[in-house]
């Protein structure tokens, strides 16, 4: 019988969920799991989400306002871009797929630093892209003079994903300005700032004020993380305006949905909340990483909702025993593990596992 996939897909991983933690409490007799895999804020809806929701719900049986006006004109309003130069889908991983797709064609170069965010590979395999990964630096960050050195005439683009998930580590703004300089202005360098909101460090830049004015620069941010939308996946994009449009018209048609879009707007209404509640996030990351640093005297200072272990081989018996303890983390084998910053609680539970299981 012949083929009806692509055969190059075989070898590809697929991106991997946080386990349910509904499921590891049923199996292990107890009344809750904890789930520290994903990077969620642990706080609930920002105030009015759930209300606009609701609303919205009430209008599910039309389609959304495939234009995303009113929230590409809040975005624009609120980071001093223009609308023209917004593009809107579902979450930032969508838009990177998106801008792959409005930049590239098959055999084209990707650059990205490994690891880095486990949708890069997959997003470049999709667009049968020639994908270059060059290995992190010995402090787990990008190394940004080999990505440098790995662009090559076939290279369309380069991901900077600041902070780094599943690294939380950082481009400093001298850095990343050098690394810019470099790239050639016919290549994308697309900086995923999906962590931005969590960032104390003052050298770490704001790519949209930084590189506003630069037309190879494509910045993205998302509404999953700080503003709590997780489960609704909003995602937006600033680019150069004939950037920003070729990714609007390869966009799945109507994929911010109605419900998304309401719950957006709501979300970015309420900036002092969501201030408040990643000021707690951050507060309690200072004192989990001095914490897991007196474990594994590795881990590198963190810049996102998430510390990194890099335990390496020690990755996937370390999650199973924080999951026989209750805790659901983020192992990736061979590497490290992505443990998220929860509430108080939550990561006195976690921190018990890892001493349990960690401390000699």
């Known amino acids: ?37 994903s990077n969620e804020v642990p706080y609930g809806p920002l105030p009015g989400v759930t209300e606009a929701i609701a609303t919205a719900a009430a209008q599910v049986h039309r389609y959304p ?27 930032s991983v969508a838009l990177t797929e998106h801008l792959v797709k409005a930049a590239m064609l098959p055999r084209d170069g990707i650059v990205y630093a490994w690891r880095s965010f486990e949708a890069y590979p997959i997003i470049s395999a999709g667009a049968a892209a020639t994908s270059v990964r060059v290995p992190n630096t010995a402090e787990h960050g990008h190394d940004l003079d080999a990505m440098a050195a790995a662009i090559t005439d076939n290279t369309r683009v ?13 481009v400093r703004r001298a850095a990343l300005e050098r690394f810019v300089d470099l790239v050639p202005a016919d290549v994308l360098v697309v900086i995923d700032e999906a962590y931005r909101e969590f960032v104390t460090d003052a050298e770490v830049p704001d790519a949209l004020a930084l590189f506003g004015d630069r037309p190879n620069v494509v910045v993205l941010r998302t509404l999953s993380k700080a503003w709590g939308l997780a489960g609704l996946r909003v995602g937006w ?22 419900v998304a879009q309401a ?58 025993a924080c999951e026989q303890r209750g805790v659901i983390v983020r192992a990736f084998a061979g590497d490290g593990v992505r443990v998220t910053i929860g ?18």
């Open 158 to 170: 380069v991901l900077v994903c600041n902070p780094n998930n599943p690294t939380g580590t950082v």
């Open 65 to 91: 306002d495939m234009g995303v006006v009113a929230l590409r004109d809040l975005i624009a309003e609120r980071y001093g871009v223009s609308p023209d130069r917004v593009a809107t889908g579902c979450g």
């Open 263 to 320: 719950a957006a707007i709501a979300a970015l209404g309420a900036p002092d909340e969501m201030r408040r509640r990643v000021d707690l996030v951050t507060s309690e990351r200072e004192r989990v990483h001095k914490a897991v640093l007196a474990l594994v005297p590795d881990v590198p200072e963190t810049q996102s909702n998430f510390v990194w272990l890099p335990l390496r081989d020690g990755a996937a018996p370390f999650a199973a």
């Open 343 to 360: 509430t108080p609680e939550e990561n006195d539970a976690f921190l018990a596992a890892a001493e349990a299981t960690l401390k000699p």
């Open 1 to 37: 019988m012949s083929r009806l996939t692509r055969a190059d897909l075989d070898a590809l991983p697929s991106y991997v969920p946080g386990r349910n933690p509904s499921d590891l409490a049923r199996e292990l007799g107890l009344p809750e799991a904890i789930k520290l895999a």
């Open 237 to 258: 994009l600033a680019a150069a305006p004939e950037v920003a449009d070729a990714v609007r018209k390869v966009v799945t048609p109507f994929s911010t949905n109605a």
